[in-house]
């Protein structure tokens, strides 16, 4: 069925994925008007000058405490899941699963031969998990469920370390990152760069937890040494070489936020789209929040169950073929469900406009 969605109709920007992100076109202009620093080492000063600059960016940004360094390395979250194992864990972890990335941490950590078996506290996707205190020694859990749209809080949990996955959280909600010693993500969501890197915020405990655990002779790949990224951190780089391109763009990013005035405007600004959407559906009686209770709701990916009688793949395919991408579900959740990415990047007015568009498409498919 061939279906045209009027021009007044759509959006600026038809990106709403929820990773990769848009992009900002801006950003993209500043990788241009930078393309020297392409291409060059990134030993030397105008790669370590730039890595330095996000450091000191996110470090304002987040209003970092006393002591927290911003370690970063190459491979994304999933490395730094990995990383931890190797390098934070001493002996058992306890892991808040309600979703498929905050299970697949506890999946990592339950592999590894030289843990004991993992604490679990779990909930039904659409619900929130947060470790309870235990005899772990290290607490894990996200703040954002990306598959899922379930956003959890941020806060002290037992007497182990506490490390947060941030990765579609970080530039879209706030945090006290106090309340954590790891707290992680990778650029390609709300700082609408490309993927392929992490970035960490590090208490002083988890520092000295990775130096006593290297110490006590543990083998560690050196890629998932986080002795080694704090050492190469310092000096503004990476252990081995970083994309760029993904610095450049991360890097305009974040001068964008602190321009808007900060991680409470940009927050302020997720969660308008985000209740855009809520609003949006629980105005109509074929549309219903996927997260039942609104304070674990999302304010950085909102998830929508359709009704059955409303196909959401024709929904997708109609969308797509007028340029509005990415609004399919989480794969393994296999739901009748809209997922929309409101990062930082995103405009309000666009998601405004989109639910207008779904209202368009839905008139037309419905049966």
Same mark, same amino acid.
């Given at each position: 069925m061939q279906i045209d969605i009027p021009r007044s109709l759509l959006p600026t920007d038809g990106r709403f994925g929820s990773g990769p992100a848009k992009v900002r076109p801006e950003a993209l202009t500043h990788l241009?008007?930078?393309? =020297?620093?392409?291409?060059? +080492?990134? /030993?030397? #000063?105008p790669v370590r000058n730039l890595v330095r600059d996000i450091q000191e960016g996110l470090?304002?940004?987040? /209003?970092? *405490? %006393?002591?927290y360094e911003v370690a970063l390395g190459n491979g994304g979250s999933s490395a !730094?899941? =990995?990383?931890? $194992?190797f390098s934070l864990i001493r002996e058992r +972890?306890?892991?808040? $699963? !309600?979703? %498929? !990335?905050?299970?697949?941490?506890?999946?990592?950590?339950?592999?590894?031969? !030289?843990? +004991? %078996? *993992? /604490?679990i506290f779990e909930s039904a996707p659409g619900g929130v998990a947060v470790p309870g205190a235990c005899d772990a020694d290290t607490y894990c859990w996200a703040q954002n469920e990306t598959s899922t749209g379930a956003a #959890?809080?941020? %806060? /002290?949990v037992g007497y182990g370390l506490v490390l947060v996955d941030a990765t579609s959280a970080?530039?879209?909600? @706030?945090? =006290?990152?106090? #309340?954590? @010693?790891?707290y992680y993500f990778a650029p390609q969501k709300n700082f609408s760069s490309d993927g392929g890197l992490w970035f960490a915020f590090l208490?002083? #405990?988890?520092?000295?937890?990775a130096e006593t655990i290297r110490a006590g002779g543990r083998w560690i790949p050196a890629f998932l040494d986080l002795t080694s990224a704090v050492v190469n951190s310092r000096q503004h780089q990476t252990l081995n070489t970083p994309a760029i391109a993904t610095l450049l763009m991360m890097a305009e990013q974040i001068r964008w936020m602190k321009e808007l005035g900060g991680m409470e405007a940009v927050a302020a600004r997720c969660a308008a789209s985000t209740s855009t959407v809520y609003r949006w559906a629980e105005e109509r009686d074929w549309a219903t929040p996927f997260v039942r209770l609104p304070e674990h709701r999302s304010p950085v990916v909102a998830t929508i169950d359709l009704d059955e009688h409303i196909d959401a793949k024709q929904v997708f395919s109609v969308l797509r073929e007028n340029g509005i991408v990415d609004v399919d579900p989480y794969r393994a959740l296999n739901r009748n469900q809209l997922r929309i990415g409101c990062y930082a990047a995103v405009d309000p007015d666009d998601v405004e406009a989109l639910m207008a568009c779904i209202d368009h498409v839905v008139e037309r498919v419905a049966h």
């Open positions: 241009m008007e930078h393309s =020297d620093v392409m291409g060059t +080492s990134h /030993r030397q #000063a470090t304002d940004l987040y /209003r970092l *405490p %006393e002591g !730094f899941w =990995d990383l931890a $194992v +972890s306890a892991h808040g $699963v !309600f979703g %498929e !990335f905050t299970r697949k941490f506890a999946t990592a950590s339950a592999a590894a031969p !030289f843990l +004991s %078996e *993992p /604490r #959890a809080p941020v %806060e /002290r970080a530039g879209g909600i @706030d945090a =006290d990152i106090s #309340a954590t @010693d790891a208490s002083p #405990a988890a520092i000295e937890r």
